[in-house]
């Protein structure tokens, strides 16, 4: 979190402007750090479509909606708030459903702005079962579970997926021959993904009806640096395909690059030349370009990157004049960055796009 001063010319400005003095609130602003997102996989869905909540000192909630449609900053009166983000709910165990979140509480300073990175980590954990070929033969009516109180998952033999649950203690248990068998429990924080070896006794454990269990800690990964970038951000890495595509933010930083594929939203249109100003987002007559943004409601220039329609099937799929509900809609586009382009970086030769 960083604290800056606001201008002096912060009276002047429109959100403040709604408040009888400057001196008594200040700015609060929010980011995901996209930058350092890692590939968190398939599994894991768009950071714009992550839950982010904004809460005063009183629970008082300011913004509860999609990440990509939260506005770009609040003013609100000097006191405490609470910004909390998560990728999606988790009320039971579940195979494939990570969940990564981060919650951040701030002060804001009469007269001052506050702006706030958001670094969403694992915050469930999970186990993953290795079922050694051996346990079939010697137990072929048994069945693994793993459990958590009173829920739980059948594991099958051919399971190769995490099983996640919510941080604290979860056991394996063996349903074989009408008799329940709780081969081991764990307890797992946040972050824990915990990988176990299972296999059934060989001749040279002289037939002994028990079963080896071996954590296999080589597998066992615990990091706070784990953290989310979204589906089909790949990343932000910004290359030749939609898995490689970057956010708008990390495209102002890939002037040169050509076919490269950037998503976004389409905010508005009729850009001027000017370095500074606004897309229009209503009666929009010009349908040669849009304005694209990491969040529908942005439509400063200076955060957006300018994106040029092409005559043809992208203009005509693509253009606010023929298609003015089109605004606030999440698209990927794929062109050339180019350091201007009305005014601001721009995606010149758009070739291709999916609407999302």
């Known amino acids: 979190m960083a604290m800056v001063p606001l201008a002096a010319g912060l009276a002047a400005c429109d959100d403040f402007g709604k408040f009888p003095s400057a001196d008594t609130h200040g700015e609060l602003q929010w ?3 996209r930058e350092s997102v890692a590939k968190a ?3 894991v869905p768009d950071v714009n479509d992550f839950l982010l909540t904004i809460t005063d000192s009183k629970g008082v909630t300011l913004y509860e909606g999609p990440y990509g449609d939260s506005p770009a900053k609040l003013t609100v009166p000097a006191g405490s708030y609470t910004i909390s983000i998560v990728s999606g709910e988790f009320t039971s165990p579940a195979f494939s459903h990570p969940v990564y979140g981060d919650e951040e509480v701030v002060v804001i300073k009469a007269g001052e702005s506050a702006s706030v990175m958001l670094n969403c980590t694992l915050l469930n954990c999970g186990i993953r079962l290795r079922i050694a070929p051996n346990f079939l033969i010697g137990f072929p009516d048994g069945v693994l579970y793993v459990k958590q109180e009173s829920a739980k998952l059948m594991y099958s033999y051919m399971e190769d997926r995490i099983a996640y649950f ?11 021959e009408g008799k329940e068998e709780t ?16 296999s059934a006794p060989g001749e040279a454990d002289g037939g002994a009806s028990s079963i080896r269990v071996s954590l296999d800690t080589s597998k066992t990964w615990i990091t ?3 953290v989310i970038g979204g589906d089909n951000s790949g990343g932000g890495q910004g290359g030749g395909s939609v898995p490689d595509a970057c956010s708008v933010a990390e495209a ?3 002037i040169g690059q050509k076919d490269i594929w950037v998503y976004g939203y389409i905010v508005g249109g009729d850009l001027t030349t000017s370095a500074s100003g606004n897309a229009k987002t209503t009666g929009i007559t010009k349908a040669t370009h849009f304005a694209m ?14 994106v040029e329609l092409p005559a043809g099937k992208v203009r005509d799929a693509l253009n606010l004049v023929a298609h003015p509900d089109l605004v606030g809609t999440r698209v990927y586009v794929k062109g050339e960055i180019v350091e201007k382009y009305f ?12 609407m999302k």
Do not use: H, M
Not at 166 to 176: D, I, S
Not at 187 to 196: D, G, K, S, W
């Open 31 to 33: 980011e995901i750090d």
């Open 183 to 198: 081969l081991f429990t764990r307890t797992l924080e946040a972050r824990q993904i915990l990988t176990v070896s299972i």
């Open 41 to 43: 996989g398939a599994q």
């Open 224 to 226: 706070d640096n784990w």
């Open 252 to 254: 102002r930083g890939k």
């Open 343 to 354: 005014g601001t970086v721009g995606l010149k030769g758009t070739s291709d796009y999916i």
């Open 293 to 306: 943004a990491d969040r529908s409601t942005i439509t400063d220039k200076t955060a957006c990157i300018a």
């Open 166 to 176: 919510k941080p604290g203690e979860v056991a394996v248990v063996l349903y074989n």
